[in-house]
């Protein structure tokens, strides 16, 4: 449909928020298009992440930069949406901004509604939090896409409470879609030219529907869909069953790239976190996955300065790193979230300079870790699925491979975006791979 209404949406935190704003956008489509110029739209969403304290510290500071709007277009509509929505609502008008539309991730269904009612009312707010909602038939609008690969939103919620984490009040509990609705998406995706499928979940690999579960998910899609690959995120270490590696192991589409968040090295801080494991059983897991999948890269989330953490503590943590080897990391300082159990129980008693300290020596080792990993590929030839030009020069090309790192590696005649070409790895630096 046809339509002069214009929709901005930005998109703070993870993939699965991402994965949101497409479904946002899918829902909406019948009113409005999108666009990427928030000067020029009609409705402007904010879809809103709460992890840490930074992302709200953001969001903040972007409501306060869109106030300015209304100067110019006295009709535009502005709305939050996602997890911040979810738990701090009050805060929102409390802080003096001006917002039509406030709704959690269970609320976007009815979003035509809440829309077309902000004509009437002032603070549209509804964030209550759905068992069954999966948006499991409605298809993405991926207007985030680079046209080569997607995400697939598989399930919603999280049930793991893990001490410091907020996800499972902003997002609810675990629910599963309906195995039918996932083949139907890749399916239409397939269609549309895409190579290239991220299956999404808080926990992708607890999926369970009817006790159809991830491991013959994914092993389905990948053999109803041999010319596409696959990967998933993310995952809990305590989930990762012999079945999931067997997966993978035997379908050589699902790409050797698993991430598997250990968040500490120091079984103390481990116990503290809820994580429900401890190194033991982590590096026992690793260790199946090299066994089984040796050209498999590992990538993982660290926190720096949890609630209690000792320099011991901070030590193991930098020890796992070593004995692992990393390709990648995602590295945060510990933020104290209002709500979780860590806030409550726990004093977030290390200093920040220590905290500050201990994430520089968590990034330097990674740095390293990175570096080391990439040097070993030198030499070696891998598939590499064409994402585009690359950003400093249209001469050279570039992608990812199986495990997903970025391979660069001059144009040639012929070779586009979405092509699959195999490339041999002559050079690298500690974030990328240069192929010819």
């Known amino acids: 449909m046809v339509t002069d209404k214009k929709l901005y949406i930005e998109t703070y935190g993870c993939q699965m928020n991402f994965s949101d704003s497409e479904v946002v956008a899918s829902i909406l489509a019948d009113t409005y ?27 903040f500071n972007k409501l306060r930069e869109i106030q300015h709007l209304r100067k110019k277009n006295p009709s535009v509509k502005i709305g939050l949406i ?12 409390n802080q003096g901004f001006k917002v039509d539309l406030v709704l959690g991730p269970d609320s976007y269904r009815e979003i035509s509604k809440y829309v077309a009612a902000t004509e009437k009312e002032d603070n549209i707010i509804n964030t209550a939090l759905s068992e069954e909602e999966t948006y499991d038939n409605i298809v993405p609008l991926h207007f985030h896409s680079n046209g080569v690969s997607a995400f ?48 999404l979940g808080q926990n992708v690999n607890s999926y369970n529907w009817k006790d159809y579960q991830f491991p013959q998910l994914l092993n389905e899609l990948a053999r109803a869909k041999p010319e596409m690959r696959f990967r998933f995120a993310t ?27 250990v ?12 994580r429900k494991y401890n190194r033991e059983w982590y590096l026992n897991r690793v260790n199946a996955i090299k066994t089984q999948i040796p ?20 030590q193991k943590t930098l020890s796992l790193m070593e ?37 520089q020596e968590i990034i330097a080792l990674q740095q390293n870790l990175s570096l080391q990993s990439n040097k070993e590929d030198i030499g070696k ?3 590499v699925l064409i994402e585009g030009f690359s950003k400093r020069s249209d001469k050279y090309l570039f992608g990812r491979n199986s495990q997903n790192k970025v391979v660069i590696f001059p144009a040639e005649k012929g070779l586009k975006k979405g092509d699959f070409v195999v490339k041999k790895v002559i050079r690298c630096t500690a974030a990328s791979l240069f192929g010819e």
């Open 33 to 59: 298009s999108i666009t990427k110029d928030m000067q020029q739209a009609d409705l402007v969403l904010i879809n809103t992440c709460s992890i840490r304290e930074n992302a709200e510290i953001r969001v």
């Open 82 to 93: 996602g997890c911040m929505a979810r738990r701090l609502k009050e805060k929102i008008f």
């Open 152 to 199: 697939i939103s598989i399930m919603r919620g999280c049930e793991n409470f893990c001490s410091y984490c907020v996800v499972p009040y902003t997002r609810g509990k675990e629910r599963s879609r309906n195995p039918e609705t996932i083949f139907r998406e890749a399916e239409e995706l397939f269609n549309n030219g895409y190579k290239e499928i991220t299956l």
């Open 235 to 261: 995952s809990h270490p305590k989930d990762l069953s012999d079945t999931l590696i067997d997966s993978i192991k035997n379908n050589t589409n699902i790409c050797r790239s698993i991430h598997l968040p």
């Open 263 to 274: 968040q500490s090295g120091s079984d103390a801080i481990l116990k503290r976190m809820n």
């Open 295 to 314: 050209e498999s890269s590992l990538s993982t989330d660290i926190i720096s300065g949890f609630c209690g953490e000792t320099e011991e503590d901070h």
């Open 323 to 359: 004995e692992i080897g990393y390709y990648y990391a995602f590295m945060f300082k510990y933020s104290d979230r209002p709500g979780t159990y860590a806030h409550k129980k726990y004093k977030d008693d290390v200093p920040e300079e220590i905290k500050t300290r201990r994430l």
């Open 381 to 383: 030839s891998y598939e």
